[in-house]
């Protein structure tokens, strides 16, 4: 008994320590180092034109890329699992899969050899006067790009294990297909979407590689959250960078908060734990 | 006829022919059980009704009317599901209300309907509850309610208990039958269990590899079954040669009297009223019979013993004939 509780608590020393040293510390430092000169400093940093640019910029990005991915996750789910096509499923997935396994500096090089000056769009592009490189369209396209996968990849599993039978007992009960899709499959897998618009706006928020190689990083102008915090960093403006990470997490928090809108209505419904997609409980 | 079917065969993408070029009448009011082993084609078949599978070829017509190309939505069919198919994120009264919702029925006639119909499925007091929060008895009362809200020509049920235990499936099913039995709706219930099939349905449809081996009231099957896939499917039977002989068809005696063969009891199984016994023919053949606890007592059966054995009815088929039934 006394050693199958010291390895218990060696265990947890061990996790709890892991954490401290990876994630707790180094996320509290930014707080203090934020807050080590006092409030002023911190205001000025949050009132500067370049900051307040590169704020806008990344919440337009988000504001995009999230509701096209969302929207695009749920009906490439739909009907990957509803109405797979007979071949080439493997290719739809692995497309899917592909901004996950590429690095987003590749993304970003990528974007400027189709929509770049001397891209194949380009030169269109820019006789009809469009600036997409160097500019937000740009920013939004690599956004949109490296987070296409989240949504589609959470919503896949659980419309699997939702099966049809709900969707069928409202086609005889007389729902048509839309009533069918906002009724009963949305409420049934909107834990999945829930959990992937999360892990999409997270990612659009912290979004650098891609967007760095595209946006041409005009401070003020081109410049998004992450691509201010390394700026400032490079010139010294520690505060600068350190009050812009604490925005970055702050709004991390924000996006897991405001999963809570999505909780199920009453705790009652949750009874039924063992039917909900494996690894998902923990966000209840 | 409430419904029926003509010349059905449904196909699927990997070339299974699930249901082979089936005919079928369904009469109105009637509770009409398919029954066969799971690949039969008996859910296929409820699906092709239902609408919600296609047919390859043939026709469905229900109350006369032509609805082949008719989506499941228009069909006015009530569907139960195996596993319930309760919409998880809506209470027992939005579950049931969900037909009437979508119809737009106004609200008070909805709260009525839905208050009335929970009464019929005694769920009275479980209206606010969440699917997860019933036992899975009550989640098919539920579904039942659900199903009939919307009044339907016809229901139909696949596996409506099959995910239920023994004890639970017994009891809904004496209830369904007094259900059908209150509001007449033309009922088809599909099963892979004899007894439940026999139990509940007027008629029994017997299917097996996508086609319908004899459609008739449970007691026509048992006792004049057209052959001998049906024989073996609605009962237990033992097999000697041609003759196929049920185990209530097998006389035990201590005596041999000239027709009879010498056998050794192996097991005796006690199942309440009626008691197996399971036996050894001097050829080493296995057969069994049903007897009554008063019949062991009489006989004074122990495991061991020699007996002789008389099938006092045996059934012979001639190829896919009818069956000649011997005395």
Same mark, same amino acid.
């Given at each position: 008994?006394?050693?199958?509780?010291?390895?218990?608590?060696?265990?947890?020393?061990?996790?709890?320590?892991?954490?401290?040293?990876?994630?707790?510390?180094?996320?509290?430092?930014?707080?203090?180092?934020?807050?080590?000169?006092?409030?002023?400093?911190?205001?000025?940093?949050?009132?500067?034109?370049?900051?307040?640019?590169?704020?806008?910029?990344?919440?337009?990005?988000?504001?995009?890329?999230?509701?096209?991915?969302?929207?695009?996750?749920?009906?490439?789910?739909?009907?990957?699992?509803?109405?797979?096509?007979?071949?080439?499923?493997?290719?739809?997935?692995?497309?899917?899969?592909?901004?996950?396994?590429?690095?987003?500096?590749?993304?970003?090089?990528?974007?400027?050899?189709?929509?770049?000056?001397?891209?194949?769009?380009?030169?269109?592009?820019?006789?009809?006067?469009?600036?997409?490189?160097?500019?937000?369209?740009?920013?939004? &396209?690599?956004?949109?790009? +490296?987070?296409? !996968?989240?949504?589609?990849? /959470? *919503?896949?599993? $659980?419309? %699997?294990?939702?099966?049809?039978?709900?969707?069928?007992?409202?086609?005889?009960?007389?729902?048509?297909?839309?009533?069918?899709?906002?009724?009963?499959?949305?409420?049934?897998?909107?834990?999945?979407?829930?959990?992937?618009?999360?892990?999409?706006?997270?990612?659009?928020?912290?979004?650098?590689?891609?967007?760095?190689?595209?946006?041409?990083?005009?401070?003020?102008?081109?410049?998004?959250?992450?691509?201010?915090?390394?700026?400032?960093?490079?010139?010294?403006?520690?505060?600068?960078?350190?009050?812009?990470?604490?925005?970055?997490?702050?709004?991390?928090?924000?996006? &897991?908060?405001?999963?809570? +809108?999505?909780? !199920?209505?009453?705790?009652? /419904? *949750?009874?039924? $734990?063992? %039917?909900?997609?494996?690894?998902?409980?923990?966000?209840? | 006829?409430?419904?029926?079917?003509?010349?059905?065969?449904?196909?699927?993408?990997?070339?299974?022919?699930?249901?082979?070029?089936?005919?079928?009448?369904?009469?109105?009011?009637?509770?009409?059980?398919?029954?066969?082993?799971?690949?039969?084609?008996?859910?296929?078949?409820?699906?092709?009704?239902?609408?919600?599978?296609?047919?390859?070829?043939?026709?469905?017509?229900?109350?006369?009317?032509?609805?082949?190309?008719?989506?499941?939505?228009?069909?006015?069919?009530?569907?139960?599901?195996?596993?319930?198919?309760?919409?998880?994120?809506?209470?027992?009264?939005?579950?049931?209300?969900?037909?009437?919702?979508?119809?737009?029925?106004?609200?008070?006639?909805?709260?009525?309907?839905?208050?009335?119909?929970?009464?019929?499925?005694?769920?009275?007091?479980?209206?606010?509850?969440?699917?997860?929060?019933?036992?899975?008895?009550?989640?098919?009362?539920?579904?039942?309610?659900?199903?009939?809200?919307?009044?339907?020509?016809?229901?139909?049920?696949?596996?409506?208990?099959?995910?239920?235990?023994?004890?639970?499936?017994?009891?809904?099913?004496?209830?369904?039958?007094?259900?059908?039995?209150?509001?007449?709706?033309?009922?088809?219930?599909?099963?892979?269990?004899?007894?439940?099939?026999?139990?509940?349905?007027?008629?029994?449809?017997?299917?097996?590899?996508?086609?319908?081996?004899?459609?008739?009231?449970?007691?026509?099957?048992?006792?004049?079954?057209?052959?001998?896939?049906?024989?073996?499917?609605?009962?237990?039977?033992?097999?000697?040669?041609?003759?196929?002989?049920?185990?209530?068809?097998?006389?035990?005696?201590?005596?041999?009297?000239?027709?009879?063969?010498?056998?050794?009891?192996?097991?005796?199984?006690?199942?309440?009223?009626?008691?197996?016994?399971?036996?050894?023919?001097?050829?080493?053949?296995?057969?069994?019979?049903?007897?009554?606890?008063?019949?062991?007592?009489?006989?004074?059966?122990?495991?061991?013993?020699?007996?002789?054995?008389?099938?006092?009815?045996?059934?012979?088929?001639?190829?896919?004939?009818?069956?000649?039934?011997?005395?």
């Amino acid at each position: 008994m006394r050693s199958a509780s010291g390895s218990r608590y060696t265990l947890r020393t061990m996790a709890l320590g892991y954490l401290a040293l990876l994630l707790v510390l180094p996320c509290s430092m930014i707080v203090y180092y934020t807050f080590k000169d006092g409030l002023g400093p911190v205001w000025e940093a949050l009132t500067d034109p370049a900051f307040v640019s590169a704020l806008r910029l990344t919440l337009i990005a988000v504001g995009i890329a999230v509701p096209a991915n969302t929207i695009f996750g749920v009906m490439c789910a739909m009907a990957l699992v509803r109405r797979p096509p007979k071949h080439g499923t493997w290719l739809i997935n692995s497309m899917i899969g592909l901004p996950l396994a590429l690095s987003p500096v590749v993304v970003g090089l990528a974007l400027i050899l189709v929509y770049g000056q001397n891209g194949w769009f380009g030169g269109w592009l820019t006789e009809n006067g469009i600036e997409i490189i160097f500019s937000t369209p740009g920013i939004v &396209l690599a956004t949109i790009f +490296v987070t296409l !996968p989240f949504v589609v990849r /959470e *919503v896949i599993p $659980v419309l %699997r294990e939702v099966g049809t039978d709900q969707d069928e007992a409202a086609w005889t009960l007389g729902a048509s297909r839309a009533q069918t899709f906002w009724r009963i499959t949305l409420p049934a897998i909107r834990w999945g979407v829930a959990y992937g618009v999360v892990l999409t706006t997270a990612r659009a928020l912290g979004e650098y590689g891609a967007v760095a190689v595209v946006s041409g990083r005009l401070a003020g102008k081109t410049e998004t959250l992450t691509l201010h915090v390394d700026e400032a960093y490079l010139r010294l403006d520690e505060v600068a960078a350190y009050t812009t990470s604490l925005v970055l997490a702050l709004l991390a928090v924000l996006t &897991l908060v405001a999963m809570n +809108v999505f909780k !199920p209505r009453t705790h009652k /419904e *949750v009874a039924d $734990v063992d %039917r909900s997609p494996p690894g998902h409980e923990a966000l209840r | 006829m409430s419904i029926a079917v003509r010349q059905v065969t449904k196909r699927f993408a990997n070339g299974f022919v699930a249901v082979d070029n089936v005919s079928l009448a369904i009469a109105s009011g009637s509770l009409t059980a398919l029954l066969g082993p799971s690949g039969s084609g008996k859910s296929t078949l409820l699906r092709v009704i239902a609408g919600l599978e296609t047919p390859d070829e043939g026709d469905v017509s229900i109350l006369g009317e032509d609805v082949t190309g008719v989506p499941p939505q228009k069909r006015g069919v009530g569907f139960v599901f195996q596993h319930y198919a309760a919409f998880k994120h809506l209470t027992v009264r939005d579950n049931i209300a969900f037909g009437l919702v979508i119809r737009k029925r106004p609200k008070a006639e909805v709260r009525a309907r839905v208050d009335e119909l929970l009464g019929l499925v005694q769920l009275d007091g479980f209206a606010d509850r969440y699917p997860a929060q019933l036992s899975g008895g009550q989640r098919q009362r539920m579904a039942l309610a659900r199903a009939l809200a919307v009044e339907p020509k016809v229901l139909l049920l696949d596996e409506p208990f099959g995910a239920l235990d023994a004890r639970v499936r017994k009891e809904l099913r004496a209830w369904l039958r007094r259900l059908h039995d209150q509001v007449h709706v033309t009922t088809v219930l599909v099963t892979h269990d004899q007894e439940e099939a026999m139990d509940v349905a007027d008629r029994v449809t017997v299917m097996n590899d996508g086609r319908i081996e004899q459609s008739g009231k449970p007691r026509d099957l048992y006792e004049h079954p057209a052959n001998e896939f049906v024989m073996s499917f609605v009962g237990p039977v033992n097999r000697l040669g041609e003759a196929w002989i049920r185990p209530h068809d097998l006389e035990l005696r201590l005596e041999p009297n000239g027709t009879t063969s010498e056998a050794m009891v192996e097991r005796i199984v006690h199942l309440g009223f009626e008691v197996r016994v399971e036996l050894v023919l001097d050829d080493g053949r296995l057969v069994s019979a049903q007897v009554t606890r008063s019949e062991v007592e009489e006989l004074e059966l122990l495991e061991g013993q020699i007996l002789y054995v008389r099938p006092s009815r045996t059934t012979v088929f001639s190829g896919t004939a009818m069956p000649q039934g011997r005395p």
